[in-house]
């Protein structure tokens, strides 16, 4: 008996904006681990998330910065402001109510504490997943 097609899982290019090189390659290292997803890029910085997402064009950008409230904000504006948007997934230490309006109101589709809710991250991609059409791949 033949086994049914399955559809194919798409794969969400997914870029890492941290400026810890410890928590960034431990968060990479988490997501490789992850069905369905790809790590396109890290960046240690706004401004080398800017130049990344232009570069990389990707589906999702996880950030775990600690930069002031202002700043994260035109950074998370900036990211929703290109052509072909990412999701944001915003990682904090914090749980602080007003750091969370501030990022969803900024653009930022998802608001996580890293220190209880990292588990949610497939359940996130599984909603992105099948909220996003998936995008053409440029072969070169």
């Known amino acids: 008996m033949r086994e ?10 997914v870029i890492i904006v941290d400026d810890s090189e410890m928590v960034g390659a431990g968060l990479a290292a988490l997501l490789a681990e992850e069905d369905g997803v790809a790590v396109a890029g890290r960046a240690a910085s706004d401004a080398e998330a800017i130049m990344l997402m232009e570069n990389v064009k990707p ?4 950030l775990n910065l600690e930069l002031p409230g202002a700043r994260l904000a035109a950074l998370l504006r900036r990211l929703k402001a290109g052509e072909c948007p990412p999701c944001l997934i915003v990682l904090s230490h914090y749980s602080l109510q007003p750091l969370e309006a501030l990022c969803l109101q900024a653009g930022a589709d998802y608001f996580l504490l890293n220190t209880s809710e ?15 059409p998936p995008r053409r791949l440029e072969v070169e």
Do not use: E, K, M, Q
Not at 118 to 132: N, T
């Open 59 to 62: 589906d999702v950008a996880v």
């Open 118 to 132: 990292l588990g949610r991250l497939p359940s996130v991609f599984d909603a992105i997943r099948s909220s996003r």
């Open 4 to 13: 049914p097609d399955l559809p194919a899982l798409t794969i969400l290019r």
